[in-house]
């Protein structure tokens, strides 16, 4: 098993443990490993910071959460396009997030 899957492994269990500054912490630590290592795609970078905007959004930090699901749609709609189905993720977490933040409106335009 290599390091960035053993990370990924121990933020799953620090979130079920609740933990979740260190989930955010060993999360961005990945996020690091991806950046340094060229081989890595953009498209897992984006799904890193999906995992983070989960925990904040499981810790109902749900202005902290979008502000994540927002730089992984964008990162998305660079690498795929904007009507990609791979953005759908970042994009229901976003619209959720601005809905739990009774940030109707925003919510709606994610969607459309």
Do not use: W
Not at 8 to 18: P, T
Not at 25 to 36: E, F, K, Y
């Amino acid at each position: 098993m290599c390091i960035r899957d053993r990370l990924q492994s121990l933020v799953r269990a620090q979130v079920i443990a609740q933990s979740f500054a260190e989930a955010v912490g060993t999360q961005m630590r990945l996020i690091s490993i991806r950046i340094n290592t060229s081989s890595e795609s953009t498209a897992d970078l984006a799904a890193d910071y999906v995992v983070i905007a989960r925990i904040y959004a499981a810790q109902e930090n749900f202005r902290q959460a979008a502000s994540f699901y927002s730089f992984a749609v964008e990162m998305s709609e660079k690498l795929f396009g904007v009507d990609d189905p791979r953005l759908l993720p970042a994009l229901d977490g976003l619209a959720s997030a601005y809905r739990q933040e009774q940030k109707f409106d925003e919510a709606a335009a994610v969607l459309h």
